[in-house]
């Protein structure tokens, strides 16, 4: 009997229990991963990935030319735990794909828009009724009484909410929104999406429009050249004073200096991030000393379910593609 080639495949983290075994039941791979739930250094990544034919990664590593070069040329699929892309040097991948027989993408779309909407509408609710304030205030002995003003933060009833990025999170945060009362949505994003805006009958708007007329405004869009720094000062100043501005997309879409400044100079009322620049935030930074800025650690499909089940199409992805079988979600280079 002639003697199986194995194929070659590394995992930058531990992953969760379906995706591991998915891995592990595949007798025609040979998986080595990075056992720890802490991000794997560069020089330990370079070193994991040389010679393998398939990579699964998370969106704590960068992808990138050295990476790449780094991998070798047998490498053939590149398998991400995640729906954004922002870490994987696309261009580079495509020209070698272009060169050789291909590299091929998947990732986890789909499987984490409902948990991360339900992320978004919590920051959302928390940001602008002020809960970890509220909460502090039981705590440090602040409660003194029930005062007509005291705590006093924005209702979503009867308000205008824009959303930077309709695409399938965006919509999943209106439909939840929704129900609210929500008066008016306004969306900006590549380009017009009348089809999924009519649920909504949400208005396509200039982003500087979104700016000026939400009271509410989230951020779901991915992180491209052309959404890179989009909420900076212009953007700011232009919103009302008493707008609520919410991230879950990445911290990068913000000028987090900007961001800052219109925090504690009144031009904005308050912001809920889930990202930032850079994750972790340092715990000096800034924006931490603000009463009236929330930040999450990145948590937006942080469900049991949720994770298993990215893993689990990470996974079979990750498979599909070495074994040249249509992969579950690949990416259109
Ligand atoms: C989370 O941010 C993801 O891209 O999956």
């Given at each position: 009997m002639r003697p199986v080639r194995l194929m070659k495949v590394f995992v930058t983290r531990r992953i969760p229990p379906d995706g591991w075994a998915a891995l592990a039941r595949a007798a025609d791979c040979e998986v080595e991963h990075w056992d720890s739930d802490e991000p794997i250094p560069a020089k330990e990544l370079e070193r994991g990935v040389?010679?393998?034919?398939g990579l699964l990664c998370l969106l704590t590593d960068r992808v990138d030319k050295r990476l790449l070069d780094a991998a070798?040329?047998?490498?053939r699929v590149i398998s991400t735990?995640?729906?954004?892309?922002?870490?994987?040097?696309l261009e580079e991948i495509k020209k070698r794909s272009l060169l050789r027989s291909g590299i091929r993408v998947g990732y986890t779309p789909d499987v984490l828009t409902d948990t991360t909407a339900e992320l978004a509408m919590s920051l959302l609710l928390t940001t602008c009724r002020r809960l970890p304030e509220a909460m502090e205030e039981v705590k440090n002995g602040g409660w003194s009484a029930w005062k007509p003003l005291w705590m006093c933060g924005y209702g979503l009833t009867q308000s205008t909410v824009g959303i930077i990025g309709l695409g399938r999170i965006g919509q999943a945060i209106a439909r939840r929104l929704k129900p609210f009362g929500i008066q008016r949505f306004l969306y900006t994003g590549r380009q017009p999406r009348p089809q999924e805006a009519a649920e909504f009958q949400a208005e396509f708007v200039s982003t500087p429009r979104l700016a000026a007329e939400s009271d509410f405004i989230i951020v779901a869009c991915s992180l491209t050249p052309a959404t890179k720094?989009?909420?900076?000062k212009d953007f700011f100043q232009q919103m009302k004073s008493t707008a609520v501005f919410v991230n879950i997309?990445?911290?990068?879409?913000?000028n987090q200096d900007d961001l800052y400044e219109a925090l504690t100079s009144g031009q904005i009322a308050a912001a809920g991030l889930d990202?930032?620049?850079?994750?972790?935030?340092?715990?000096?930074?800034?924006?931490?000393?603000?009463?009236n800025c929330v930040i999450l650690p990145?948590?937006?499909?942080?469900t049991y379910g949720t994770r298993n089940t990215m893993s689990l199409l990470a996974a079979n992805n990750l498979l599909a593609g070495l074994r040249g079988e249509p992969m579950p979600r690949e990416l259109k280079l």
């Open positions: 040389a010679g393998a034919h070798g040329s047998n490498l735990m995640s729906v954004g892309l922002d870490h994987l040097a720094g989009l909420c900076n997309s990445r911290g990068e879409v913000v990202v930032t620049t850079p994750e972790p935030l340092p715990t000096d930074h800034p924006l931490l000393t603000l009463k990145h948590i937006g499909s942080a």
